[in-house]
């Protein structure tokens, strides 16, 4: 079985630290979850290490509508 427990009494990680020791519990360690701050701040973060420049948005533009175009006249012929 498993269980998450939340420690609200630091008394208590003793007991359970000397119950893991005599090897009757298991304990893991997990990662907090990102809060909705912490991903914004990173994807902001990753978004202005990735700056693109007009060139660059404007080659993308032109093959998003090539692509487009393409397509389009499949049916066509």
Known sequence: MI???EILNPEVQALLDSLAKMN????????????????????????AEEELSE????????????????RSNKGNH
């Open 3 to 5: 269980y998450q427990l």
């Open 24 to 47: 009757l519990i298991k304990i893991q360690r997990l990662e907090a979850p990102e809060n909705t701050e912490d991903i914004l701040r990173r994807l902001r973060a990753q978004s």
């Open 55 to 70: 060139a660059d948005i404007l080659r993308e533009v032109e093959t998003v509508r090539a692509e487009r175009y393409a």
